[in-house]
Every structure is written in structure tokens, then in C-alpha cells.
């Protein structure tokens, strides 16, 4: 898959708890864009966040979290992205999803050639 100039950022801003059908969101999310052929999902684990209900959420010892802020980051081709987002609407019943235009300067798979 060539990714050349335009495309498309997609962040998924979620709790580390959040779960749909039995595993965890985030690994949902990266399992789904995998099975769709989207060129690569990373899932970020906060430090600290909160979200639409206030509540602070951290790892600090007097406070620690069970629902930590992850954050599942995908770009590709805007087709590809608007057909992953179609899946979130079923998938992500609590959290923020975010998508912005942007510019791919380079994709390069590991063996030196584009994918």
C-alpha cells in the first residue's frame, strides 16, 4: 500500500476498562483496523487524563487508576479511515473520536521499501 501526500489522522480517546464483546476497546480497535488492511494502528497509554464526566484519572500512588487514558492512533488514506469510522460508531459507546487532514511525508515498511 503506497500512502502518498494527503490522508487522514484518526485518535480514538477511550478508558484502558472500556471493552466490547469481551476484550479490551483498544485491542478491538487495532484488531479491527488490521482485519480492514489500514496501514498501521499504535495505542498510547496516558499517564494521566480526564474526561467528558471530570474524573480524574492517574497513575500516582495515592491514586491509582484501573482506567488509565488510552488513546488508539491511525492514518491512512481518507476512504480507509471514513470506513474504520463507520465501525467505531458500533464499538465505542464511551469516549471522543477525532479525525484530521493530514500530510504523509514518508511511509516506509522496515524492509527499506514501501509497503
Given amino acids: 500500500m503506497i500512502i502518498d501526500g494527503g490522508a487522514k489522522a484518526l485518535a480514538v ?3 484502558e476498562s472500556d471493552h466490547w464483546h469481551g476484550r479490551p476497546l483498544y485491542a478491538a480497535i487495532v ?3 488490521r482485519e480492514m488492511g489500514l496501514a498501521g494502528a499504535t495505542v498510547t497509554r496516558g ?6 464526566n471530570s474524573r480524574i484519572h492517574t497513575t500516582g500512588i495515592l491514586r491509582l487508576s484501573e482506567d488509565l487514558p488510552v488513546v488508539v492512533q ?3 488514506r481518507a476512504d480507509r479511515i471514513d470506513l474504520l ?3 467505531l460508531h458500533e464499538m465505542v459507546d464511551e469516549g471522543l473520536v477525532v479525525t484530521w487532514d493530514v500530510k504523509v511525508e514518508r511511509y516506509v515498511h522496515s524492509s527499506g521499501k514501501e509497503p
Avoid at 47 to 52: I, P, R, T
Fill in 13 to 15: 480517546y477511550i478508558g
Fill in 31 to 33: 484488531e479491527k483496523a
Fill in 47 to 52: 499517564l494521566m487524563g480526564f474526561g467528558a
Fill in 74 to 76: 491511525v492514518i491512512d
Fill in 85 to 87: 469510522l463507520a465501525q
